[in-house]
């Protein structure tokens, strides 16, 4: 107990001469991205920790390189921690009261961490900050802060086997009654034409197509019970009791763009992890991205991102914010995602980045009418009570009435509450 | 047999001194000795009991602390704040999708213990008087090989069981060659009770009404006796397999305690095998029987490694257990008081049951 104290009144001082250190350098114009200042100033280093979870090997690679450039620097010294099993690691780190200075935040699991008071508010402190996408910055965006940087993100779109469209004469969907069709006419004989997983990160297309969600804008008001969820929830519901349309599990895959690789399914609606999957374990497989139909209220997709997080516990806030800085500048970002499929969280990098990619512009394209898929602290429940629902009508043993009724009943608890 | 050894050990203590003023000085005597002793046996025990105060008694009062407040658990502790009993009341009064959800996992675990229990124990007594039995032969053999799901990692056997049970899997192709047709069950997707289901098969396949209208913690009678769903079912095969082994070892430690003499003694007295296992064997097993039924029903209540690994909780929530529970709260849902909550009812939960149990192998006596 009494070292830990001591420990804890000792600390101040070394980071406030660490946060001095770290703001001097900021104002010197020697301490920029140019490699002059390597032999330059030498400022008290800050350490700095940093948690992050994998995507990829490849990935860690990267991101284990663009820390190294950062160290080269000289200005702090950034120790990395890969864990598994991420969110308990983290929590367990918060709760303790000693969180790593920069992390990785899901954007679903901003508004809990910023309810609890974790991060601290640094979105608008980085350069040039209004060059980020507006639905990303909203997604990290609690109660009116913006929180944190958003590092990449990921939209949702339809991805198809080329060779089967092709055979059987069908284009990509761009409407409601074009994908009824296209999943009928590829759907054989106990094998459905496309494959979604049972979820509300999947469905959501749907319900933002008909001009639906489950919530109203501002998340404080439950709307499951409107017309359009309904309309949205019945024409995904029909496509699967026609048989025209399965989850993964229904096939034996475990993911869309399994049952998509293994030929268990014509079409599926992913992300743009998909890429990397495909090309890990079905390189053969000749498969195209196209932007979703179009539902009654025009286009609609979800965007999945996660941030840079600045922990508000932090030590070394001015040395943790410098380092965030670094990895989002434009450079560093398009350094970081070129490789990959997850795309720059920069408007400004969007045409560099498709250059040497332009198979996946339908991606980027969603960026423009993606809807973020963050709600409140405590929506989780919500979102459980949906999938539920979701499952059921899935499998057919629920009807759309007793879905929305339940999710909009889970929901009062929490929106109101 | 433990209470006369018990009673043995009392027996000095217990002797009245003799009377007398001798005595008496001679009573003070030992006695200022033995308070020596017994501060020099805190001594000893000290370092054991610090630790155990550090790591078990401390965490458990603060556990319980928790459950009476409200934190996310995504900063330090001292952040939460005060909410009275209404964790508890959430889970246990309060009808919302909190309420709705633990009763759930109440449930489900109910129709696990249910099955896993009696299974496990009865397939672990069978195999240990197989492999006990003088006339097999490559014991060593088979004990090893009833053993070894025990020594296998939960999480490996629990992925193997996914392969078994997913629609292509060695489940569905034994079952297509045995029955007519093939059958492309995707078992781990089957939220069907199997109660629910079988009274589908006499024609019952909505609730009817007595069943349908009353419900309890927010779920209807009706869905109470839903019956374990079949994706359940298949976690409850998986359990009874990893345990079993364990078991039977313990059903092997105690058939070997069992003296030699008093098999023969029946043998000679003419009792039939039959007669010599349950009149014999059985009565002498119930120290280990209680042993075992206990453990299993403590170890039953707490499944979490399989759901976790094999359904996360679905499908539509039929495999949500109080343990996985506890994990989704708190690290999930970001109610960590809630989870401790759960946490403090399983615990009286489990030691209710126990206690229930011990009473009735009791009255058997």
Redesign the interface.
């Given at each position: 107990m009494s070292i830990s104290a001591d420990l804890r009144r000792r600390r101040p001082a070394r980071a406030a001469a660490a946060a001095l250190a770290a703001l001097l350098c900021l104002a010197a114009a020697g301490c920029g991205d140019d490699g002059d200042s390597d032999q330059g100033a030498q400022p008290a280093n800050a350490k700095l920790s940093m948690y992050a979870f994998s995507s990829s090997p490849a990935e860690d690679a990267t991101l284990r390189k663009v820390i190294d450039d950062y160290n080269k620097l000289g200005r702090n010294t950034v120790t990395l921690n890969v864990l598994p099993e991420y969110?308990?690691a983290l929590?367990t780190a918060?709760?303790?009261?000693e969180p790593p200075d920069v992390f990785y935040v899901n954007d679903n699991k901003l508004p809990?961490?910023a309810?609890?008071?974790?991060l601290e508010p640094i979105g608008d402190k980085v350069d040039n900050p209004n060059d980020f996408y507006e639905s990303l910055r909203q997604s990290f965006t609690y109660e009116g802060t913006y929180y944190c940087p958003p590092k990449d993100f990921s939209t949702l779109q339809l991805v198809y086997n080329v060779d089967e469209l092709a055979k059987a004469n069908v284009k990509p969907p761009t409407t409601w009654d074009e994908l009824s069709a296209a999943a009928r006419a590829l759907t054989k004989p106990?094998r459905p034409g496309l494959v979604m997983g049972p979820e509300f990160y999947r469905w959501g297309v749907f319900m933002a197509q008909a001009g639906a969600w489950p919530t109203n804008d501002d998340v404080s008001k439950m709307t499951m019970d409107t017309p359009q969820m309904a309309q949205a929830l019945q024409y995904v519901a029909d496509l699967h009791k026609g048989g025209f349309m399965a989850?993964p599990?229904?096939?034996?895959a475990g993911w869309g763009g399994e049952a998509l690789g293994k030929g268990k399914a014509a079409m599926t609606i992913e992300g743009n992890w998909i890429v990397g999957a495909m090309k890990n374990d079905f390189p053969n497989l000749k498969y195209a991205v196209a932007e979703l139909p179009a539902g009654p209220a025009g286009k609609g997709t979800l965007a999945f991102s996660v941030c840079y997080g600045v922990a508000k516990?932090s030590k070394n806030k001015a040395a943790a914010i410098d380092f965030v800085k670094f990895l989002v500048s434009s450079e560093k970002q398009l350094e970081f995602t070129k490789q990959f499929p997850v795309m720059p969280s920069r408007k400004s990098l969007a045409e560099q980045w498709l250059a040497d990619k332009p198979e996946l512009k339908a991606f980027v394209t969603g960026a423009d009418y993606a809807k973020k898929a963050v709600f409140i602290?405590?929506f989780?429940?919500?979102i459980?009570?949906l999938?539920?629902g979701i499952?059921?009508l899935a499998?057919g043993?629920k009807p759309v009435p007793e879905v929305v009724t339940a999710a909009q009943?889970?929901g009062k608890?929490v929106v109101s509450g | 047999m433990v209470d006369a050894a018990r009673a043995g050990t009392a027996a000095p203590a217990a002797v009245p001194p003799p009377a007398g003023r001798p005595g008496r000085r001679l009573r003070r005597r030992p006695s200022r000795i033995r308070g020596r002793q017994a501060l020099a046996g805190w001594l000893f025990v000290a370092p054991a009991l610090l630790g155990l105060g550090l790591f078990l008694v401390a965490p458990i009062l603060m556990a319980f602390w928790v459950s009476f407040r409200d934190w996310s658990g995504l900063a330090p502790l001292d952040t939460s704040t005060p909410t009275g009993t209404e964790n508890y009341r959430d889970l246990l009064v309060e009808s919302g999708v909190v309420q709705s959800d633990f009763a759930k996992s109440l449930r489900n675990n109910f129709y696990y213990v249910l099955g896993v229990v009696p299974a496990q124990t009865a397939l672990s007594f069978f195999l240990a008087v197989v492999v006990n039995s003088k006339l097999l032969k490559g014991k060593t053999f088979f004990r090893t090989a009833f053993y070894f799901p025990s020594v296998t990692s939960s999480i490996a056997v629990a992925f193997i069981f996914i392969f078994l049970f997913s629609p292509s899997g060695v489940v569905n192709v034994l079952l297509s060659a045995l029955l007519p047709g093939t059958v492309e069950t995707v078992w781990l997707s089957e939220f069907k009770g199997v109660v629910h289901t079988v009274l589908g098969w006499l024609g019952v396949d909505t609730a009817p009404a007595f069943l349908g209208e009353h419900r309890l913690m927010g779920l209807s009678y009706w869905d109470w006796l839903s019956g374990p769903s079949v994706a359940l079912l298949a976690i409850m095969i998986l359990a009874t397999w990893t345990t079993t082994g364990t078991f039977m070892l313990m059903f092997l430690a105690g058939l070997q305690n069992i003296p030699e003499e008093l098999d023969e003694a029946s043998l000679i007295d003419g009792a039939t095998p039959r007669q010599r296992f349950f009149r014999v064997t059985l009565p002498l097993m119930r120290p280990t029987l209680f042993l075992v039924l206990t453990l299993g029903l403590i170890g039953t209540w707490q499944v979490f490694d399989q759901i976790y690994a094999m359904t996360a909780g679905g499908p539509q929530k039929t495999t949500l257990t109080p343990a996985y529970l506890i994990y989704r709260d708190g690290f999930e849902n970001s109610a960590m008081g809630r989870a401790a909550a759960i946490a403090f009812i399983l615990f009286a939960l489990i030691l209710a049951f126990t206690g229930i149990q011990r009473l009735l192998l009791r009255r058997e006596d």
């Open positions: 969110d308990t929590q918060l709760a303790g009261g809990d961490l309810k609890a008071g974790a106990g989850s599990q229904k096939v034996g516990a602290p405590g989780k429940t919500v459980d009570t999938n539920d499952q059921g499998a043993n009943n889970a608890e | -």
